[in-house]
């Protein structure tokens, strides 16, 4: 899977342009998902867009209710209707700026299960973690918590993305090492949380300053099953890193 978040950019015909762009270059592409996540505002206009594409549609956040008094919230069943197949949860903006605990993240993944959504379940540790050593510590702590109560058959379908949050917006990348590492953790975590075929069929992505310079190398981890990008998925540099990961693929 290739995710783009992007994050609070691109207005509605700014979104629906470049998602034109994304169509016509990226057709033909099957070998794997790619999915765009644009602001609530430019759901609708790039749903129009990609429609009949082999591009899908993601958000980059919800609430785990169905409707009432949640001022600036959405639900499942909104983003349902506009087509949207995934949404976002958990990412460490989202945990740091908005106060997102990991029982409000674990209560949202459900929810997007029960509602057919596929959760992109963001996790990762920030500098100061990594540096007292405690990246293992803080990245199981997150899995356990947001996989609480999921059956097998609800565990294989979240996607994980692992973004090292000193690596998000910095330039800083993780090296393929230090993310195969981590990733490699993960799904030894999830064989023994479940077994050793939920732990191959969840996807374990990567995110944090992903370029078209760094990708091909983190891509070819054995690990390493895609990325949730910022950044990079607002240019034609996100077309670089699809195909990148074709060629790959196609070896």
Known sequence: MLAGNW??????????????????????????????????????????????SNIKLAAQNMYYEDSGAFTGE????????LN???????????????GETDELINKKIKKALNEGLTPIFCIGETLEERQ???????????VREGFYGLSREEAIKVVIAYEPVWAIGTGVVATPWQAQEVHAFLRKLLSEMYDTEVAQKIRILYGGSVTPENWFGLFVQKD????????ASLKESFIELARIMERVISK
């Open 74 to 81: 959405v639900s499942a069943k909104m983003l349902k209707d």
């Open 224 to 231: 390493i099953d895609g990325a949730l990008v910022g950044g």
């Open 132 to 142: 007292k050593g405690l990246t293992f510590c803080v990245v199981e702590k997150q």
């Open 84 to 98: 949207v197949e995934a949404v976002i949860i958990g990412h460490s903006e989202r945990r740091k700026i908005f």
């Open 7 to 52: 994050k609070m950019n691109k207005t509605p015909s700014e979104a629906q342009s470049f998602a034109n762009l994304l169509v016509n270059e990226l057709v033909g592409i099957k070998s794997f998902d790619i999915y765009v996540a644009p602001p609530f505002t430019a759901l609708d206009r790039v749903r129009e867009v990609i429609s009949s």
